[in-house]
């Protein structure tokens, strides 16, 4: 009889068991479900989520996707911006050899390149379309392409003013792209003033989500020691 109830009771247990690990699997999935769908209704956290795993550097947050014409433009600006803060808050050094100025607009591109992590959408260098090289276009297949040229504020007015007005826009019509980027690189205070002065004379507004400026000066960085 006491190993009647015992079985009983074993098997009372074990069913109750079962259901318990039956609901919490229930539970587990709804909850996967729930954090899939989150993130596919809105995938500009998903992204800052993977920048941030791969990159491990936080995303940059005022960044809003609605603002850009498409996502190669978005992917593109927001590589920018990360290459802006790397190089403004250390990698700057890299432009320089005893605090002589030596980085080339080459340094620039290859900065641009190894941030292009974890990217949704594909990049590619001196692509040529039949009117010369851009020096970068981001793309999602066909229909979607970003032009992105590099410039130094070293260069002269006219070069980064030819840029502005006829070099990007002919890259731009040869491959068919619907938007484009322009990151320029100043290494002294003259410098970024004449790139204003330009921009001025184009209407483009230092906040224009068509161009990035990155500040590479030497003189206006001191050590943590001197801040």
Not at 124 to 146: C, E, I, V
Request: proline share 2%.
């Amino acid at each position: 009889m006491k190993n009647k109830r015992a079985l009983y009771l074993l098997g009372a247990i074990l069913v109750l068991a079962v259901v318990v690990a039956a609901f919490y699997l229930m539970y587990n999935e709804k909850q996967k479900e729930k954090n899939l769908s989150a993130k596919k209704d809105n995938p500009q956290d998903n992204d800052k989520q993977k920048i941030e795993n791969c990159c491990g550097q936080p995303a940059i947050n005022t960044i809003n996707i609605s603002d850009f014409r498409d996502k190669t433009h978005y992917e593109s600006y927001r590589k920018a911006k990360y290459v802006q803060a790397r190089i403004e808050n250390g990698h700057w050094r890299q432009f320089y050899t005893k605090r002589k100025r030596t980085g080339k607009e080459s340094l620039l591109e290859s900065l641009f390149d190894m941030s292009w992590e974890c990217r949704m959408a594909d990049i590619n260098f001196q692509s040529d379309n039949g009117r010369g090289p851009a020096d970068a276009t981001g793309s999602f297949g066909s229909l979607y392409k970003t032009t992105i040229e590099f410039k130094l504020g070293s260069q002269t007015a006219n070069k980064i003013e030819q840029s502005i007005r006829k070099q990007i826009p002919t890259y731009c019509n040869a491959s068919f792209s619907k938007s484009k980027l322009l990151v320029i690189a100043y290494f002294t205070k003259k410098q970024k003033e004449k790139i204003s002065k330009l921009l001025n004379k184009y209407s483009i507004s230092d906040n224009s989500k068509e161009i990035v400026l990155i500040d590479a000066r030497s003189d206006n960085k001191p050590s943590g020691s001197n801040a």
